[in-house]
Every structure is written in C-alpha cells, then in structure tokens.
C-alpha cells in the first residue's frame, strides 16, 4: 500500500513537472517569437503593446487551464497601501544604486560588453521628445501600461511557473528569480550588453522584491512604472 502511494505521488510530481514545462515552452517561443513580427506603421511603442498583450493571453491561458488566476499571483489589493508605497520607494532607491553601481565597476569586469544606444535609438522609437512636452505626455501611458504588463509576466509569470517547474523549494525560487531576470535583460536587447545587464539588473531585484514582500505585484508595478517615467523624461 505505501510503494503504491509514493508510486503515485512520484507520477503526479512527473506529471506537474511536465505540465509547467510544456507551459513555459510554449510561453516562451510565443514570447521571442511574436518579437519578430514589427508593424511598421504601428511604431515601435504600440508593436511593443502587441507583443506584450501576446504573450499576456499565452499565460493567461496556460494559468486557466492550471487553475491559476493573476489575484492568486499578486494581482490582488495590498494589504497595507502605505507598506506597498514604502516597497515601492526601496526598489526605486537599490535599482538606483545597484545601477550607479555597475557604472562604476564595468570598465572593471573580466569580459567585453557592448555599449549602451538605448539613447542614441531613443529618436527612432520614440520620437523626437527634447522640449516636446504634448509628445511625452502622449506616449507615457503606453509606457506605463507597458510597465504594468511586464510585472504581470515577468515577476508573476514567470517566476511562479519556474518555481512549478523546479518542485516549489527554496532552490526552485532562487533559480525562478534568476531566470526571470536573465530573460528580462535578455530580450530587451538579444546580447550581452550594458542594456541587458543594467535591464537584468532591474529584474533580479524586482523579483527579489516580489519574493520577499509578500508577493504583490502591486509595489513592483508602481516602481517600474516610477522608473520609466524618470527615464522618459530624462529625454525631454
């Protein structure tokens, strides 16, 4: 009787770990390559939207055949407004000096990293925002409701199904952190540069935050969204 329960307990464990992996594959293949359809007349914001929404059905499909809903994954209403605030501002201020940080250290590093034109690309993807206040104001809630989508896959996805996939241990979340932010730095720029390192960054501490504060994705969507917002206007 007891071989035959842990026989079925082992199946169902290879069962589940089959499920969340089949569901990360097709997550991510739609996630890269939705990337390669661009729609020119869209621009560069509004093809980023529709990648986004993408890949957002994608997991939200897989969630609901799982059983699994985006409240269950942080979606939810803080319990304490004024803790997701303060959560809110420390991920602003370790962003800030992990990222003054790396700027110091990565003449310093034992391997060659491409520069960052982010800036120099700004003009093509955003048009041209120095002193056009009506053009920034136009694009900031594309912006922002970028921010909003890609907590919601990034941190609540991802991580969660990578912790699925390696069993729900304290290893699991660890290597779920870290992918996550792999992959966030990754596909911003498909190589190793100041940009996906700097981007990667950004994820390994949202994910830490995402982990260690409870689990809402609320503090880590206002802070992403605060992020990009100082990063737009640097532009203007």
Not at 24 to 45: D, K, T
Not at 67 to 95: F, Q, R
Not at 156 to 175: D, M, Q, V, Y
């Amino acid at each position: 009787m007891a071989s035959s329960i842990i026989t079925k307990t082992e199946s169902l464990k290879q069962n589940n770990y089959k499920a969340f992996l089949i569901d990360l594959i097709i997550y991510l293949a739609v996630m890269f390559l939705v990337r390669e359809i661009y729609i020119p007349n869209l621009g560069f914001l509004a093809n980023g939207l529709f990648w986004s929404f993408t890949t957002l059905f994608v997991a939200t499909w897989r969630m609901k055949v799982r059983s699994v809903t985006w409240k269950e994954l942080g979606l939810g209403k803080p319990e304490h407004i004024g803790k997701a605030l303060g959560v809110s501002a420390l991920i602003l201020v370790t962003v800030i000096i992990s990222i003054v940080s790396f700027e110091i250290i990565k003449d310093q590093l034992p391997f060659s990293i491409s520069p960052d034109v982010s800036s120099e690309n700004a003009a093509s993807k955003f048009g041209d925002l120095s002193g056009n206040w009506l053009l920034f104001f136009s694009i900031m809630p594309m912006v922002l409701l970028e921010s909003f989508l890609e907590e919601l896959l990034d941190r609540g996805f991802l991580i969660n199904w990578f912790e699925r996939l390696f069993s729900k241990t304290s290893f699991a979340t660890i290597i779920a952190v870290l992918l996550q932010a792999l992959i966030f730095g990754f596909r911003h720029t498909y190589d190793l540069s100041e940009r996906s390192i700097t981007v990667g960054i950004i994820g390994l501490i949202m994910g830490i935050a995402y982990v260690k504060f409870g689990r809402n994705l609320w503090p880590l969507i206002i802070a992403h969204c605060a992020l990009n917002t100082m990063s737009m206007m640097d532009r203007v």
